[in-house]
């Protein structure tokens, strides 16, 4: 009896160059499953899995009709779904209703947390980090540096707004004021808050933005403020910041998903071997395309996704599958190694991400490298 | 190029009055912003940064401001599509340079010249298959189908260059890396002077060729009045064409000018074409002087207000000034044979 | 349209048919799987939501005569005033036991209409002045306008009213005392109620003395004004009632998808309703349902039965096919769908 995952992601509209490399994944993964002919349960009973991939078009509303569809028409036992957050929100009660598990691959807490109860979502998790955690491990290095003002710039989205709420917890707790804030369009040109930030004298610059954005505005500050610090949060990590800021990426820093530099990681890490395999796989698959952190969440989901089918025995019916799939997310799988780090899920985090799984790195000589605690300066 | 009139009328009165009132608007508007800057702290060299800035973005509207009023004074037609011009120009000059990041000064130019030429060609094509099968069609019509080459446009280019934002050169330094030249405290692109340079010299060409050269006067003559253009052999068909064709280079150049500041993507020419279609609205979609002062404005008012208060309320002044545009001036003469 | 309450009566039974076969399941087979996947519920709700918003906007283009590009800003002005008066009720300081009584979420949504109607009869004063392009252009404004308001949280980000980007979520269902209208299935029935009872009452203004006064203007406003016509009057009216229309649809869209997005209500959507209305036919109220349904249905269909032909373009595919449909119908139907066809008349 065939298992079938339902996938959607944002392969056109704002969300294509996050969501594309996500697809990608989808069908490498498809093409993997139809090679091994599918998985094999604790009864030794083999199980062919079929993923069904859409494109949600970065629309909240395509996201919903799709989701339904996927969850009532095409009976899919796992749902892994949602690129963006605002079309994740508007998945969420569509799966919650239909009582089927769903695995987003965007990044905003309140995917899988209800902000009014601060509870878990019964029903949605996500192996993506949160800016939370990049906050932490930029306050970390910060404070090794002994900076304790910084000017905050963010772009003018959910994701860039998130940046700036988490440093405002994050900063406040690690002592290090905020000196001087302000968000930024992604289309933007100009910047005329760097203007502020070169009158507010902050010896360290922290941008929240994802290329292209991330990157024009590095640039503009790094044109007008030569040797103040920069620093990225984990969304910039990727080979279009230094792409699309050229020279001027150099001596920036921020914390990185441990599969963007996989060659780089010492034999001890327990995510090395993984990482490894996935780069390679996924490199032959598309051709050579880059590797990206998207790409890895993907990876991470669908990987979730399998290892909690092969815990299926057969012949449950679809609503004790997705129920048993559930349980196994919350309870069986983890401590369960995955692109980014190893992720203990549990009933009270459907995420389960330890933001010292982060590696921190820097730009130098046009490529990430790993900088490491002792060459925190 | 307006028809001059006697300022005497009371229809013109009303309007010259209602235009003043607009300028003394926009300048009060720009002095609160000043003040408001004053504020926050910015000095002087601050308030230059922003009018360099802001000019440079202005420079970008008028330009493609000028395609919708080229086109809109010879077919009465609102181009929507001017911004997918925009967009293919530099997208184009990225292909045909073999998405280098550095190249040669010659290569550039060759480059460029192709994809200029490629998107005047867009251009044509848009006119000939959209706009000429429905002839009798009312202007707003018209209008909806250049809203559905945008999105033809739009679309075509995600799937030829997917999502990602392309990189295109400096043109002083034929690498990522631009010069700067820093006046006192005010720091200058070395692109900025480009865009500067090329508004200025298409502006140029534009005013030569509708003065001084036959085509350019029979274009003029099919917007004063079409029939009459007509009568006189005029080929009003070839000239609307022409006209499109003009528009498509100008936006295209536009794109390509601020093309190595802002890192061109698929979806680029929305936001931009829109702006420009507001400094067209500054010249009364007819008035090319109009519509290159009020792009200026346009960028310098946005440029400033955006650093003084929120940016992400930045597109926001450009649509408040359109709307209040449209209120004070609703008595230029639209161009009704289409 | 001389004789509409056949019509009217035909429409209805087809509605309660397909809500029927949804509910009763003949053969096991919900609506999708009996119309072999082209028809789901989803859809067919959707349809309805978009079926009250495109009936004001027939009226105010095709009868009236007056363009409008930011008409999705109204329908997201009532999907976020719904949404934001039941679920941050209490930021506002209002009690909690008045955002959760059941008929609240009612008086929201009937009270966010009139207010959005109003602003629009107010608004549409100042700006149906303007003719043709310049009202497009004018209304495309107020549309980007509204847009970018609900994007950055109305200017105020620690009330946190329209949350940003990501929007509202967690908005609760409708309910009838203790019953919810929930599931799906049931909501369908109230989303098409309110749909038909605005479809009879596009019909009932496009056959009174308003409708005719309204035909009037459209053909010459100048004309009309002579004989009588309080032409701004009658535009302002007919511009409110759009609007008002459209948030009507906004609230039940909210509590229908119990998330609302920015993006939802920008430029680009604008843009599809007025598509959707040309599509349908300007000119007769059905133009509403048949463009919504025709449009819908063949993004639906764009989306997941050519996957299997493009399997790696199929979304990128979309967004051209869009644009060649707006085309093609502006070329070869101007008239719409459910439009009549006259032999010189073209409508927008």
């Not at chain 1, 799984?357 to 130098?364: N, Q």
């Not at chain 2, 295109?168 to 631009?178: E, H, I, N, R």
Request: aromatic fraction near 8%; include cysteine.
């Amino acid at each position: 009896m065939p298992y079938r995952i339902g996938f959607i992601s944002s392969a056109t509209g704002p969300g294509a160059s996050l969501g594309i490399p996500e697809r990608d994944v989808a069908r490498m993964v498809r093409e993997r499953l139809v090679v091994q002919r599918g998985i094999i349960g604790p009864d030794r009973v083999r199980h062919p899995v079929d993923i069904l991939i859409f494109d949600d078009q970065s629309s909240a509303d395509v996201a919903a009709s799709l989701a339904r569809r996927l969850i009532h028409e095409e009976r899919v036992t796992i749902l892994v779904a949602g690129t963006l957050s605002g079309p994740s929100l508007a998945m969420v009660p569509i799966a919650t209703e239909g009582r089927t598990p769903m695995i987003s691959m965007a990044s905003a807490r309140s995917i899988i947390e209800d902000p009014a109860t601060k509870r878990m979502r019964p029903w949605i998790f996500k192996p993506v980090p949160e800016n939370l955690h990049s906050a932490q491990a930029q306050a970390d290095y910060l404070r090794a540096v002994g900076v304790r003002r910084v000017c905050h710039l963010y772009e003018n989205t959910a994701y860039g707004r998130d940046t700036f709420d988490s440093a405002q917890v994050i900063f406040g707790r690690a002592n290090i004021a905020i000196a001087y804030s302000d968000s930024f369009e992604r289309t933007a040109t100009e910047f005329p808050q760097v203007a502020r930030v070169r009158a507010s004298g902050c010896p360290a610059v922290v941008i929240g933005s994802i290329p292209p954005a991330a990157a024009l505005i590095h640039v503009a500050v790094r044109e007008r403020l030569p040797r103040v610090r920069i620093v990225h949060g984990h969304g910039a990590c990727s080979p279009d910041l230094i792409r699309t800021a050229g020279p001027a990426a150099e001596g920036a820093v921020m914390p990185c998903g441990k599969v963007l530099l996989a060659a780089e990681l010492p034999p001890e890490d327990p995510t090395r071997a993984f990482n490894l395999r996935f780069v390679s796989d996924y490199q032959r698959f598309t051709g050579g395309a880059p590797i990206s952190t998207f790409a890895g969440h993907a990876y991470d989901a669908l990987h979730w996704s399998l290892v909690a089918l092969r815990t299926l025995p057969d012949g449950l019916s679809l609503e004790r599958q997705r129920e048993a799939v559930r349980e196994a997310l919350e309870r069986k799988i983890a401590p369960i190694v995955g692109t980014h780090g190893v992720f203990r899920l549990s009933p009270e985090d459907h995420l389960g991400f330890d933001y010292r799984d982060f590696l921190w790195v820097t730009v130098k000589g046009g490529k990430f490298t790993i900088l490491p605690k002792d060459q925190w300066k | 190029m307006e028809v001059r009139t006697t300022w005497a009328h009371p229809v013109i009165r009303r309007q010259k009055r209602a235009g003043l009132g607009l300028w003394t608007g926009l300048v009060v508007l720009l002095i609160a912003l000043i003040l408001l800057g004053r504020e926050h702290g910015f000095g002087p060299a601050d308030f230059a940064q922003f009018a360099v800035d802001g000019l440079q973005a202005g420079a970008i509207y008028a330009l493609v401001g000028l395609g919708f009023v080229v086109v809109y004074r010879v077919t009465g037609v609102i181009n929507f599509a001017q911004g997918g011009f925009v967009m293919l120009g530099p997208m184009l000059t990225v292909t045909f340079l073999g998405q280098r990041t550095t190249a040669e000064a010659l290569q550039l130019l060759l480059s460029i010249l192709r994809a200029v030429l490629l998107t005047g060609l867009v251009g044509l094509l848009t006119y000939g298959i959209a706009l000429r099968l429905r002839r009798t069609a009312l202007p707003l019509t018209r209008i909806m189908i250049t809203v559905g080459v945008y999105l033809i446009l739009q679309g075509a280019a995600l799937l030829i260059w997917g999502p990602r934002p392309q990189v295109l050169p400096a043109f002083t330094t034929l690498s990522m890396q631009d010069r700067l030249l820093v006046v006192g405290e005010v720091v200058v692109r070395a692109q900025t002077l480009w865009i500067w340079a090329c508004a200025v010299t298409l502006l140029g060409l534009l005013a030569a060729f509708f003065e001084f050269t036959l085509l350019g006067k029979a274009m003029r003559a099919c917007a004063i009045n079409r029939t009459a253009a007509r009568l006189v052999g005029i080929p009003a068909d070839a000239m609307a064409a022409l006209a499109f064709m003009l528009a498509a280079l100008l936006g295209a150049c536009a794109g390509i000018a601020v093309g190595p500041v802002t890192r061109p993507t698929f979806d680029m020419g929305l936001e931009i074409g829109l702006k420009g279609f507001v400094a067209a609205v500054m010249g009364g979609l007819v008035d090319i002087r109009g519509s290159v002062v009020g792009g200026l404005i346009l960028g310098v008012v946005e440029t400033l207000w955006a650093g003084v208060t929120r940016a992400g309320f930045r597109d926001v002044i450009a649509f408040l000034v359109l709307i209040l545009l449209l209120l004070f001036r609703p008595l230029v003469p639209l161009s009704e044979e289409a | 349209m001389e004789r509409p309450l056949p019509a009217l009566a035909v429409f209805t039974l087809l509605v309660l048919l397909a809500g029927g076969l949804e509910v009763v399941r003949p053969f096991g087979r919900s609506l999708a799987g009996l119309t072999g996947g082209l028809l789901t519920l989803d859809t067919l709700i959707r349809t309805g939501l978009l079926t009250i918003v495109l009936v004001g906007l027939n009226l105010l283009m095709g009868y009236a005569g007056q363009v409008s590009l930011g008409q999705a800003a109204f329908y997201g002005m009532g999907a976020f005033w719904s949404a934001i008066l039941t679920v941050r009720g209490p930021v506002l300081g209002l009690s909690p036991s008045l955002v959760q009584a059941w008929w609240w979420p009612w008086l929201v949504m009937l009270l966010g209409a009139a207010l959005v109607g109003t602003f629009a009869y107010g608004v549409g004063w100042v700006i149906l002045r303007l003719r043709g392009h310049y009202l497009a252009m004018a209304t495309l404004g107020l549309g980007i306008t509204v847009y970018i308001l609900l994007r950055e949280n109305l200017g105020l980000p620690h009330l946190n009213l329209t949350g940003g980007f990501d929007g509202v979520f967690g908005i609760p269902r409708l309910r009838l005392g203790p019953y919810p209208v929930w599931p799906a299935e049931r909501y369908y029935f109230l989303v098409w109620l309110v749909a038909l009872l605005v479809i009879a009452l596009g019909l009932r203004v496009v056959d009174s003395r308003v409708g005719r006064a309204l035909r009037a203007i459209h053909g010459a406003e100048g004309a009309a004004e002579s004989v009588g016509i309080p032409a701004a009057a009658y535009k302002a009216q007919i511009f409110g009632l759009s609007a008002a229309l459209a948030a009507l649809g906004g609230s039940l869209y909210a509590h229908f998808q119990a998330a609302v997005v920015p993006a939802t209500f920008g430029f680009v959507p604008s843009l599809e309703l007025v598509v959707m209305a040309s599509v349908g036919g300007l000119r007769s109220i059905w133009g509403a349902p048949v463009g919504a349904l025709t449009v819908l249905v063949l993004g639906d269909f764009v989306r997941t039965w050519m996957r299997g032909l493009l399997p790696t373009m199929a979304g990128e595919v979309e967004g051209i096919l869009f644009g060649f449909l707006l085309i093609l119908v502006l070329l070869f139907w101007p008239s719409g769908i459910a439009g009549r066809r006259r032999a010189a008349e073209v409508v927008l």
